[in-house]
């Protein structure tokens, strides 16, 4: 059996971020190569992934990245909160992201693209969970362009530049100034992150989302009569609309006017017409359901079940 020294242990940690133990496990059983205990680490730390792939993983960071006329935003899911601050989970998010904005922002596109420094994105996100010890996923991605314009971008729960909790990205056309736009881009994205609209317009709704609240709104006012119902109905569609449609809700930032009026206004300092022509809002783990956990349970169960 080859001499395995502290100087080679130290070593491969440095270069596979894997545990002291392992490191030493795997020198071992590759009588002192570095290399071939590297692959040795990666085909037992991609097991360890395959077991980690049953928790629900629900935490994390979305990451944004723009450039010019082109944004995109992903998110990347982790089993902890904690994960979200490890330095390495944060590179490999921001790595991903960058990925995105050179190629595609499809999450199974992305998942088979190129990696900085070598291999693929889901091979990379393989590595971390095998390196940090938690199950992650590349959940999705999406990105935002226009013609000639800018790309507004809004972080908040900022952990580092372009990750945080909620990522919101807004496509501003226009001929005027980049840096004013830029500004109001950021203002609407701003908005964006705390209104949570559903849809640009009224045509972006989703019909059966539409026939639910006709359906919603008639029930409360049965009985009356049809032509006055037809008429309860449409004004109650025209204040679900200021609701959920960004262009109708009442800006945050001077609720004595509506998003479009804003954008309208901004006109004369921007230096020609505005239009803002879309937007992508991701909240981190939204729509996944979280597994609820005894948290006393857990700790005794580590315990070995002492209390």
Not at 41 to 47: D, E, I, S, V, Y
Not at 110 to 129: D, F, Q, R, T
Not at 245 to 252: D, M, V, Y
Request: hydrophobic share 45%; glycine share 12%; net charge negative.
């Amino acid at each position: 059996m080859a001499n395995i020294t502290a100087a080679t242990v130290k070593e491969l940690r440095e270069k596979t971020g894997a545990g002291m133990m392992d490191c030493k496990a795997a020198l071992e059983a590759s009588n002192g190569d570095v290399e071939a205990a590297i692959d040795w680490l990666r085909t037992k730390g991609l097991a360890k992934a395959a077991k980690k792939s049953g928790r629900v993983a629900a935490e994390g960071l979305v990451g944004l990245a723009v450039s010019g006329t082109k944004g995109v935003v992903v998110e990347v899911n982790s089993e902890t909160d904690f994960v979200a601050r490890n330095e390495a989970f944060q590179a490999l998010v921001r790595n991903i992201a960058g990925v995105a904005l050179a190629g595609s922002a499809d999450a199974e596109v992305l998942k088979s693209a190129a990696y900085p420094g070598g291999g693929k994105v889901e091979e990379a996100v393989a590595n971390a969970i095998a390196t940090i010890g938690e199950n992650m996923t590349l959940r999705r991605g999406a990105s935002l362009s226009v013609s000639q314009g800018v790309v507004g971008q809004y972080i908040h729960g900022s952990v580092g530049d372009g990750l945080g909790k909620i990522g919101v990205l807004v496509a501003l056309e226009s001929t005027g100034k980049a840096d004013e736009l830029a500004a109001l881009g950021r203002m609407i994205a701003m908005h964006v992150a705390a209104a949570n609209p559903q849809a640009l317009d009224a045509s972006g709704i989703d019909p059966s989302v539409l026939e639910r609240e006709k359906a919603v709104l008639a029930e409360k006012n049965a009985g009356k009569p049809a032509n006055v119902l037809e008429k309860i109905v449409e004004s109650g569609l025209k204040t679900y609309y200021k609701e959920v449609c960004l262009l109708e809700q009442s800006f945050i930032h001077d609720p004595s006017k509506t998003v479009a009026q804003a954008v309208k206004e901004s006109e004369g300092r921007i230096g020609g017409p505005v239009a803002l022509k879309g937007f992508i809002r991701f909240a981190l783990g939204e729509g996944i359901e979280k597994q609820e956990s005894d948290f006393a349970a857990e700790v005794a169960a580590a315990a070995g079940g002492q209390a």
